[in-house]
């Protein structure tokens, strides 16, 4: 039985349960004339029965699904040939990928191994088995939770206030789960990353000057030991935001002052939302074109006035990432700069003060914690922005403070260590995770304190 | 309208003064004053499609205060804010009528909005101190304007102004704090201070006092009185025992138009217009 | 005060020349960062639509085939195997010969058969087991031309440059010129790119396989994120007492709006495909990620959306006795929906433009078939527009701006619903 079909037939009990449960309501009361005897609507007691009938067997359904899996694996990997119990960690997952692949009819069966073969069908039969237990429990889960709340229903049972408190509960159950994904996220970067430091010190990996990630698979390979020193990972990701925000911040700043203080009506009403277009873009356009466009025509232009610039240059990166974030530093600074009042404005126009002095010296220094926070917040932006840097910027981690260089970031490494098929306990693929235990936490900091500036700023004038 | 103006009832009740001196205006009493600084007249204001201001004219005289009253929504503050041509920072405002200051139309293309208004200074209903010390809102003006050639003079002028604001002695010894820091009343006399500092001929009071308890309105009106010595002063106003208090000249302004002029002690006395005695005599307002 | 009222003008009308000149100047630099805003808009836009918008024409050959029974079955078994595995680019190789009789030598044959489409052959092949008949006869079928042909008719070639540094030889480039006098090539609409999968032969790659995996994906996305995110908000707005719990979901929400996407992938990779071991590449797998991804957004924008819904309105359900679930189904939700609808629409454009956190789970796999289930391998638009913006072949250059194009055009008529809902229903209290 496929889960689709065991959920249509679960849909069905549920409709059934509701109807009953409706039914069993009314006639207790001998119809409709006798429904003022009934605490609720019958409404709700079709509600109720059919609530209990459905949400339970879901729970356990999404549970089972969510580790049968996992389970199974270990199973098969119990039964495995002596030679394959040899294998280390990470021979071992690229087998089980193989199995899985054969079991899914992903890859043609030509040239597989008889014991994989063998393995499949275990695994196959281990799912075939799993699957009729599941659709076994889950029936029974369902007519268990009908029968029961159908017996409960009698007149005085407060039907709707037990709807709500269910309803209650539900909606507070969905509002948990931004903070389980938060946990979801510490737990498995800082899980890998643990994994990570035991083969690298943190102390190297935060402080090493060297950064090459490829370790040879087999042990006899020259420079089978990769460096781990994340220094240049960090200077390229600063140098490129750097560039970054040297273009966002100005063009961007004075263009919500533009906006908000000078343009007449009907400019800023087209040209807002033509600006606000660049926030829309997907930031894979904006690597193509960085890497299409800019990247060669700034080479060009290196080549007429005798520089040498890297095709992958840092320069044509930051320059397309900081047109990214432009609509992002004008918004956040339009909000802030209407969010002076104008009582300000006034004190300062009335000393005679032109629009330029009042902007520059009262309404930028009042909203100036604001637009740092804003500030900050497109900086954490900047630094997280993987698709630009993993068009346009290199893999060479170079340490370098020539932003016609190539560099690279964080996040062009994490994508390039994660990538492809890897096993999945070496230290390269760790080191992805430890990267981004760091991109987390810095990102996290600058938010954190960001929203707390720009909060503490709209307090003010509120 | 103006019916009451209009009304035989009301012409007999209050008959018209024989010695107005421009008679072609609709206003009742002497809208001009000997040797004005400025001369507004037939002055519209316009917000978007509303007319605010309706066909005001009249003067203001030198070293004397003018208080300008009537109930909410009549337009004084409107009125008041033609004169440094604040009304050009409301996008759909618009002011037509003259208004000339020493002879000179203040919305004339080739005047400097920024010079008009260091010559007419403004104090509005509520302090707004910039977000900045207390030395330094003092000396934002004279900053902007070049008016101190070094730092010594600066000093001087902020104590200058601090001192005639009467707000020195209590800001002396923290002159580096902010002037969001002081008390209310603290803070609208710092806004006067800032706005003598730029040393102007004219200062224009939105209902400075509005915001403020009875002890600092009582030390604002003091001030208004000594500083009548140097400037004209006008002043909106909501309260007729501030207007009589402190003012030489008062105008009731009433749905946008101007209803009466004349000096306060005669318009408190013996009002000549029956919306004017109405509102004074608390009849509604 | 030390100075009169006149040396006060006298020294304001001193200093305004100077300040009218700052003042123009902070004005233009305003203007210049509009402009320069404007100026990037406008070059990323051109740059785009210049090099895709070739991509939507193709070159095709139209050639005189003859389904030869020597080649194709010597033997005469006509069974099925026989016309599986027979060599059908000879047939394609043989009329393309017919046209250029004086061609000698395997070289110059292989390049003359460059000319084509790998796909040629399976054209020939679909058609000939559809319709055993054909053996035996000639038919006149317009075939895919080779991309490198394509980019050459589309001036993307240059035919200035040296042979050694063309990807074309000058043989070659003499045939394609005669091809054309005789009429024979032709730029037609591009049906393939709409149609197709994802192909190492630039002639051969279509968007629509990338395309079904976004819809997939989304799909999956929608279903999951607009449910929480509406509970979520009403639970915070309607329902939630301000305790140290609600202040931390609060402060976790706005913390995750701003949380890097791609170490939500980093969690997609890590939990979902090896601790549950669901499977890689998979739509189902990409919608679940994007779903944790585009939540804040949903969340945010839906407790505006109910915020902005009036007090009085809440008051008056519940004065008339409706429970508060009832006060927020019938009054609250109905009220607050064209706002939230606006945000989902808002959040499903961000997560069909991500491609980070894709490919941290497997979709950036070289994927040829068109996905037809949630847990088949896939790929979605921007990811496709990765991949293609990584292959080395010139004529790649201008589907991925193509694919650009189609991606955009979807993201404009996304965010113009979105609009239009707004403008549309937006009430003013």
């Known amino acids: 039985m496929t889960h689709s079909i065991l959920l249509l037939l679960l849909a069905v009990l549920v409709l059934l349960a509701f109807w009953l449960g409706e039914r069993r309501s009314l006639s207790l009361v001998g119809g409709g004339r006798g429904i003022r005897n009934l605490h609720s609507l019958p409404y709700y007691y079709g509600m109720l029965t059919a609530l209990w009938c459905g949400l339970p067997a879901l729970l356990v359904m999404g549970l089972w699904l969510l580790f049968q899996n996992t389970v199974i694996t270990g199973l098969i990997s119990a039964h495995f040939p002596g030679d394959w119990q040899a294998l280390d960690a990470g021979q071992r997952g690229l087998l089980i990928n193989e199995i899985r692949n054969v079991v899914s009819g992903q890859i043609t069966l030509e040239g597989v191994r008889p014991q994989v073969l063998a393995a499949a069908a275990e695994y196959r039969q281990m799912q075939s088995i799993a699957n009729l237990a599941l659709s076994g429990l889950v029936l029974v889960i369902a007519i268990a939770g009908l029968g029961f709340a159908h017996r409960q229903i009698s007149p005085t049972l407060r039907a709707r206030n037990a709807v709500e408190r269910i309803f209650e509960w539900l909606l507070l159950g969905c509002s948990t789960i931004a903070v389980f994904v938060t946990i979801g996220i510490v737990l498995s970067v800082v899980y890998e990353s643990l994994r990570f430091f035991h083969v690298v010190s943190v102390h190297e990996f935060l402080l090493g000057l060297s950064w090459s990630p490829q370790t040879a698979l087999r042990a006899d390979q ?147 914690p604001g637009i740092v926070g804003g500030v900050l917040l497109a900086i954490s932006r900047a630094i997280g922005e993987t698709m630009i840097v993993v068009m346009a910027a290199g893999l060479a981690a170079n340490l370098t403070a020539n932003p016609l260089e190539a560099v690279t970031t964080v996040t062009v490494q994490i994508v390039t260590l994660l990538t492809g098929d890897q096993e999945f306990d070496s230290p390269k693929t760790l080191a992805a995770f430890a990267l981004g235990l760091v991109l987390f936490l810095v990102t996290l900091a600058l938010n954190v304190v960001a929203l707390k500036v720009v909060r503490k700023y709209r307090e003010q004038y509120e | 309208m103006n019916a009451a103006t209009d009304s035989p009832a009301a012409k007999a009740a209050h008959p018209v003064p024989e010695a107005s001196a421009t008679p072609e205006t609709k206003t009742v009493g002497r809208i001009t004053v000997d040797d004005p600084l400025i001369c507004a007249r037939n002055v519209d204001v316009f917000y978007g499609e509303k007319r605010a201001i309706k066909d005001v004219s009249i003067d203001i005289a030198r070293n004397q205060v003018l208080a300008m009253i009537g109930p909410s929504g009549c337009g004084k503050s409107t009125f008041l804010r033609c004169f440094n041509r604040m009304n050009d920072t409301i996008e759909q405002a618009r002011v037509a009528g003259s208004i000339k200051l020493e002879g000179q139309d203040i919305y004339d293309r080739r005047q400097d909005v920024v010079q008009l208004r260091a010559r007419i200074g403004m104090v509005f209903q509520k302090p707004n101190p910039f977000p900045k010390s207390i030395y330094e809102n003092v000396a934002y003006g004279p900053r902007i304007h070049g008016l101190a050639a070094d730092r010594i003079e600066l000093d001087e002028i902020v104590q200058t102004s601090l001192k005639r604001a009467g707000l020195w002695d209590e800001v002396k010894d923290r002159l580096g704090a902010p002037g969001t820091s002081l008390s209310g009343g603290q803070q609208q006399r710092l806004c006067i201070a800032r706005t003598i500092a730029v040393n102007p001929e004219v200062i224009l009071m939105d209902e400075p006092c509005s915001a403020l308890d009875p002890i600092a309105t009582a030390r604002i009106e003091d001030l208004i009185d000594e500083l009548r010595a140097s400037y004209a002063i006008a002043i909106v106003t909501h309260s007729m025992q501030q207007a009589a208090r402190v003012s030489q000249r008062t105008a009731y302004f009433h749905l946008g138009d101007l209803i009466e002029v004349g000096e306060t002690d005669r318009i408190f006395t013996n009002p000549r217009h029956k919306l004017t005695e109405d509102y004074i005599t608390g009849r509604f307002g | 005060m030390s100075k009169s009222v006149a040396e006060t003008r006298a020294l304001v009308e001193k200093s305004l020349r100077r300040r009218q000149w700052a003042e123009r100047r902070f004005r233009a630099y305003g203007l210049g960062a509009v402009l320069l805003g404007l100026l990037f808009v406008v070059v990323l836009f051109t740059s785009v639509f210049s090099q895709g918008w070739s991509a939507f024409r193709q070159t095709n050959l139209t050639l005189e085939v003859f389904y030869d029974p020597a080649v194709i079955d010597p033997e005469g078994t006509a069974d099925a195997d026989t016309l599986a595995v027979a060599d059908y680019p000879a047939l394609v190789r043989a009329a393309l010969k017919q046209r250029f009789p004086d061609v000698e030598g395997r070289t110059a044959t292989r390049q003359l058969s460059d000319l084509v489409s790998s796909s040629a052959a399976n054209v020939l092949q679909a058609r000939l087991t559809a319709d055993h008949s054909l053996m035996g006869k000639h038919e006149t079928l317009r075939f895919l031309a080779d991309d490198k042909v394509d980019q050459l008719l589309k001036g993307r070639i240059s035919r200035d440059l040296d042979e050694a540094d063309r990807a074309l030889s000058d043989q070659q480039v003499q045939w394609i010129d005669a091809l054309k006098h005789d009429g024979v090539l032709s730029l037609d609409f591009n049906r393939g790119f709409f149609s197709n999968g994802d192909s190492r032969e630039p002639e051969q790659a279509g968007v629509w396989g990338a395309f079904v995996g976004s819809l997939y994906t989304l799909g999956v996305t929608l279903l999951l994120s607009f449910p929480i995110a509406v509970a979520t908000a009403i639970y915070l707005e309607e329902f939630a007492r301000r305790t140290r719990w609600t202040d931390l979901i609060e402060v976790n929400i706005n913390n995750l709006a701003a949380v890097p996407s791609i170490v939500f992938g980093l969690l997609g990779l890590a939990m979902f495909l090896n601790i549950f071991g669901m499977p890689r590449s998979a739509p189902l797998v990409g919608g679940l990620v994007l779903a944790l991804l585009t939540l804040p957004t949903i969340i945010i924008a839906s407790r505006a959306a109910i915020k902005a819904v009036p007090p009085s309105i809440r008051e008056a359900a519940l004065g008339m006795g409706a429970s508060k679930l009832q006060m927020v189904m019938h009054h609250v939700l109905p009220l607050a929906m064209p706002g939230m609808l606006t945000g989902t629409i808002i959040g499903m454009a961000r997560a069909l433009g991500e491609t980070a956190p894709l490919l941290m789970i497997g979709m950036v796999a070289f994927i040829v078939d068109v996905p037809h289930s949630l847990t088949a391998p896939a790929t979605v638009l921007p990811v496709q527009v990765f991949l293609w913006s990584d292959s080395p072949e010139r004529a790649f250059i201008e589907r991925t701006s193509a694919a650009i194009i189609v991606l955009l055009v979807f993201l404009v008529v996304m965010n113009a619903t979105a609009v239009v809902l707004r403008n549309r229903f937006e009430r003013r209290w």
């Not at chain 1, 969010?339 to 220094?365: C, F, H, K, M, N």
């Open chain 1, 222 to 368: 020259a420079g089978s030991s990769g460096a781990f020193g994340a220094v240049p990972l960090f200077l390229g990701t600063a140098m490129i935001s750097g560039i970054a925000m040297l273009i966002a911040v100005p063009v961007g700043l004075f263009s919500a002052i533009y906006l908000a203080e000078y343009a007449d009506r009907r400019f800023r009403s087209v040209v807002k939302p033509v600006l606000e277009v660049l926030a829309g873009i997907p930031t894979v356009v904006y690597g193509f074109f960085a890497a299409l466009t800019v990247g060669p025509a700034l080479r060009n232009l290196g080549e007429v006035v005798g520089l040498s610039v890297a095709s992958e240059s840092a320069l044509a990166a930051g320059l397309v990432m900081g047109v990214m974030i432009i609509p992002f530093i004008s918004s956040l600074s339009d909000d802030m700069i209407s969010a002076v009042p104008q009582s300000l404005r006034d004190g300062a126009y009335a000393l005679g003060a032109t629009r330029s002095e009042t902007i520059r010296q009262v309404v930028l220094r009042a909203a100036l």
